[in-house]
C-alpha cells in the first residue's frame, strides 16, 4: 500500500466554514486519510459560530482579524503565518474555497512551495472585476494556480474551459453548502432548538410574516447600504410585515444599518446567528433579500424567493429559474420587487420555485472519494 499524502484543509469566514464542514466531517470519518485543518480566522466571531455548530477543533488557529482589516494589511500577515504552517506541517495538498483574501493568498503562498491545490467551488464568474469586488478577482486568480478545479455548476465548469483550463483537472461536483444545508434541515426537523431561536420566537410577532435580510458586500458600502436600508424601512411602512436582520460585524455596515434602522418599528436587528438558527429563519421567511452569495445558493432549495442586492451574481442559475431577481442596490427597485412579492400573490407564487441547481449534498463524498483515488 502506498504511503497517504497529507491534506491541509484552509479557511477564514463565515461561508467558507459552512462549505468546508462537511469536507473535514467526511476526512475524519476516513481513517487513512492524514489531514490538518488550518482557520486563518479572517472572521472571528462568525467563523467561530460555525466551528461550534460542527464541532471542527482547528489544529492550526492563525487567529489574524482586526477590527476593520485592510484587506492589504490581513494578506501580508496570512503570507507569513501560512508559510509557517506549510513549511512546519509540509502538506502535499492544499484545500482552498471560492473567492476571499483567505483562500487567494493561501493558494499562492503553496503555489510558490509547490505544493498542489485543491480549489472547492471553482469556476463562478460575473467578469466584473469590479462586483463582487474583490472576490471576482480572488476567484481568477485560484483558479489559474489550482491542480484541482471542483465546480459546482455546468456553467462553472464551462468558464473554466473557456479560460483554457484542462478538462481533467475539473471535476463537476455540485456545491458543498447544499451537503450542510440538508444536513442541518435534517437537524432541525428532529426538533433541534437553540437559545437564538427562542429568544427570536419571543421578539417577533408570530402572526405577522417576515422578510428575512443579510448584506455585507463591500462594493455596496456608502451610498448602497443607505438605499437598501431606507427602502427596507419604507417596505415596512408600506405592508404588514417585520423584517428579520442579523447585521454583519463589519464595522462599515454596522454603522449605517443601526444608524437608519435601529429604531423602526417591525424591523428587527439581530446579531448574526449561528447557521441552523439561519437555516430555521430562511425556512420561516416569507422571502429573503441578501447581497450573499451562499444564500442565494440556499434559499431556492427552500422555495424561497430572493431579492439580490447586487447588479450582477455569479450564480446565474437561480436567476434564469425565477428563484433570484438581481435589483443592485437601486432604493425604488428593491422597493418595487418586494411590494411585488408582497401585495402579488400569482407574481409571489411563481418566483416561490423549488429548485437546487448547486447539487444533491453528495459534493463533499464526491470531492473526497476522488482525490482518495488520485491520491496527489
Ligand atoms: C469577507 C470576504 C467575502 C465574504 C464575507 C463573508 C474577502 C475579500 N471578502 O468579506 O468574500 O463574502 O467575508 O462574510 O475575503 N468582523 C468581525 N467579526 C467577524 C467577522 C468580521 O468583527 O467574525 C468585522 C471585523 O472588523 C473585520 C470586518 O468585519 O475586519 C471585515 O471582515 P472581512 O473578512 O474583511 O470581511 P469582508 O471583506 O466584509
Ligand atoms: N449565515 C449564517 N448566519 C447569519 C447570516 C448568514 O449562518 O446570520 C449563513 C448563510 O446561511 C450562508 C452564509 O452564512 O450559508 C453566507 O455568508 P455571507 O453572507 O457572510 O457570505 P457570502 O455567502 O456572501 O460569501
Keep these: 500500500m502506498h504511503n497517504r499524502k497529507r491534506w491541509l484543509v484552509i479557511f477564514g469566514t463565515r461561508p467558507e466554514a459552512i462549505k468546508m464542514a462537511p469536507l473535514v466531517k467526511l ?9 490538518r485543518v488550518c482557520v486563518t480566522a479572517q472572521h472571528r466571531g462568525l467563523l467561530d459560530q460555525v466551528l461550534s455548530f460542527y464541532q471542527i477543533t482547528p489544529h492550526y488557529d492563525l487567529d489574524l482579524m482586526q477590527a476593520n482589516q485592510n484587506l492589504n494589511e490581513f494578506s501580508a500577515r496570512l503570507f507569513n503565518a501560512i508559510n509557517e504552517v506549510y513549511c512546519k506541517w509540509e502538506p502535499d495538498l492544499v484545500f482552498v474555497h471560492g473567492d476571499t483574501t483567505t483562500s487567494m ?67 463537476l461536483v455540485g456545491n458543498t453548502v447544499i451537503d450542510s444545508l440538508l444536513l442541518t434541515i435534517e437537524k432541525i426537523k428532529t426538533g433541534y432548538e437553540n437559545d437564538e431561536i427562542i429568544k427570536i420566537k419571543k421578539t417577533i410577532d ?4 417576515f422578510i428575512l435580510v443579510t448584506g455585507h458586500r463591500r462594493e455596496n458600502f456608502g451610498d448602497g447600504f443607505l438605499n437598501i436600508c431606507n427602502s427596507l424601512k419604507e417596505i415596512t411602512k408600506q405592508n404588514k410585515v417585520q423584517i428579520i436582520y442579523p447585521v454583519h460585524l463589519n464595522p462599515n455596515v ?10 423602526v418599528d417591525n424591523v428587527h436587528l439581530i446579531a448574526p446567528v449561528s447557521y441552523p438558527t439561519f ?12 447581497d450573499s452569495g451562499g444564500v442565494q445558493e440556499e434559499a431556492p432549495v427552500l422555495g424561497k424567493p430572493i431579492i439580490v442586492l447586487r447588479n450582477t451574481s455569479e450564480r446565474p442559475e437561480v436567476i434564469e429559474a425565477g428563484a433570484a431577481v438581481l435589483v443592485g442596490t437601486n432604493g425604488e427597485a428593491i422597493l418595487e420587487e418586494a411590494n411585488r412579492l408582497l401585495q402579488d ?24 472519494d476522488y482525490l482518495l483515488e488520485m491520491n496527489p
Excluded at 408570530?206 to 410574516?209: E, F, G, R
Excluded at 454596522?254 to 429604531?263: E, F, N, R, S
Excluded at 437555516?279 to 441578501?290: A, C, E, N, R, Y
Excluded at 448547486?358 to 463524498?365: E, K, L, Q, S, T
Aim: charged content about 20%; proline content about 4%.
Design 27 to 35: 476526512m475524519e470519518s476516513h481513517t487513512e486519510i492524514d489531514f
Design 105 to 171: 493568498i493561501c493558494a499562492i503562498a503553496a503555489f510558490n512551495l509547490q505544493i498542489k491545490i485543491a480549489h472547492i467551488e471553482a469556476g463562478l464568474r460575473t467578469l466584473d472585476l469590479k462586483s463582487p469586488f474583490p472576490e471576482e478577482m480572488n476567484r481568477q486568480v485560484t483558479a489559474r494556480m489550482a491542480d484541482f478545479h471542483f465546480a459546482p455548476t455546468e456553467k462553472a465548469t464551462k468558464n473554466l474551459i473557456n479560460e483554457g483550463i484542462h478538462l481533467a483537472k475539473i471535476l
Design 206 to 209: 408570530s402572526n405577522l410574516p
Design 254 to 263: 454596522q454603522k449605517t444599518v443601526m444608524a437608519i434602522l435601529g429604531d
Design 279 to 290: 437555516v430555521w429563519l430562511m425556512q420561516g421567511s416569507k422571502f429573503i433579500i441578501t
Design 345 to 368: 400573490e400569482l407574481y409571489f407564487f411563481k418566483r416561490a420555485v423549488t429548485i437546487s441547481p448547486y447539487g444533491n449534498g453528495d459534493a463533499a463524498n464526491k470531492i473526497v
